[in-house]
């Protein structure tokens, strides 16, 4: 399978926040069974259009920047460095500190919520937090550190449940997941992943990350050139659809998840 070239813009800005408390237990979750349906995205225009009570619009930002917007008009970034789009002040933002391009030590005052994937006082950090019609929990994982060694819980899985949906944002992730990480996280509809292929995980490995995640929508990130995105959606095309869109926002509800997993390339890369 042979993917065009898709340039990558790498935006290096300075990279924080506070953390909360999170959910002891998946069971207050509604990271639950799958809608099995015909994929019907609606590609979102440049200005924004209403989003139903079912519906939540995915952005492509960069590197790994998604934004997040709900119809209650919540709106997140992820592994926020300091954008989330010209003009666009998030309601919540998450973060990640493997490096300077996932988080911000200087966030702009007038976002609500920070939270950070990692506790600098040590330990997971730990989020449980309602804002609206949105609902954020995060399941740490270890990290890599600069001296090769293991940073425990230096790394959040981000889950944030809108709509009745279930949206995971793997962050930087280095290892695969153990047993009690996949059930603290759930059944994700849609899965945020790095594609790099060598900072985070190897190609194998982050798509044995994926089959076991079983997420029917897959948004690639973190790709720092086509040669890594291509390896990556050249193995994932063996098993999974494999779309690239001329849009850099969708909007997903249950009702139009793909029948079985499809890998969505939003441009912006």
Same mark, same amino acid.
């Given at each position: ?10 935006? @290096?800005?300075?990279?924080? #926040?506070?953390?909360?408390? =999170? ?5 207050? !979750? ?15 225009? /440049? ?5 139903? &009570? ?10 790994? %920047?998604?934004?997040?917007? !709900? @119809? ?9 460095? #300091? ?21 911000? $030590? ?15 006082? #040590? ?11 949105? /609902?954020?929990?995060?399941?740490? %994982?270890?990290?890599?550190?600069? $001296?090769?060694?293991? &940073? ?15 949206? #995971? ?10 047993p009690e990480h996949l059930g603290q996280i759930g059944q994700l509809d849609v899965v945020?992943?790095?594609? $790099?292929?060598?900072?985070?995980? $190897? ?7 994926? @089959?076991?995640?079983?997420? =029917? ?20 095309? &063996? %098993?999974?659809?494999?779309?690239? !869109? ?6 997903? !509800? @249950? ?15």
């Amino acid at each position: 399978m042979r993917w065009p070239a898709i340039a990558i813009v790498l935006v @290096q800005v300075l990279v924080a #926040g506070t953390y909360a408390g =999170r959910a002891e237990a998946v069971t207050a !979750s509604r990271c639950v069974g799958l809608v099995d349906k015909s994929p019907l995205f609606r590609h979102a225009a /440049y200005r924004p259009i209403a989003l139903s &009570e079912n519906e939540v619009r995915i952005t492509y930002v960069t590197h790994s %920047t998604f934004r997040i917007e !709900s @119809q209650g008009g919540i709106t997140i970034a992820t592994d926020y460095a #300091g954008f989330a789009g010209r003009g666009v002040v998030p309601t919540i933002i998450t973060m990640n500190h493997a490096h300077e391009t996932h988080y911000t $030590d200087f966030p702009d005052p007038k976002i609500s919520h920070v939270l950070k994937g990692w506790n600098p006082e #040590g330990g997971p950090a730990r989020h449980d937090l309602r804002v609206g019609d949105v /609902y954020v929990r995060n399941v740490s %994982t270890d990290i890599r550190n600069w $001296d090769g060694g293991r &940073e425990v819980d230096g790394n959040s899985i981000f889950i944030f449940e809108i709509a009745g949906l279930c949206i #995971g944002h793997l962050g930087h992730l280095h290892h695969k997941l153990a047993p009690e990480h996949l059930g603290q996280i759930g059944q994700l509809d849609v899965v945020m992943v790095p594609v $790099d292929g060598s900072f985070t995980m $190897d190609v194998s490995s982050m798509i044995e990350v994926l @089959q076991a995640l079983k997420a =029917r929508l897959v948004l690639p990130m973190h790709a720092f050139g086509a040669l890594s995105l291509n390896a990556f959606l050249t193995r994932l095309g &063996e %098993t999974f659809d494999v779309e690239l !869109s001329e849009a850099r926002s969708i909007v997903v !509800s @249950q009702a139009n998840l793909p029948a079985k997993t499809k890998v969505l390339v939003m441009p912006g890369f």
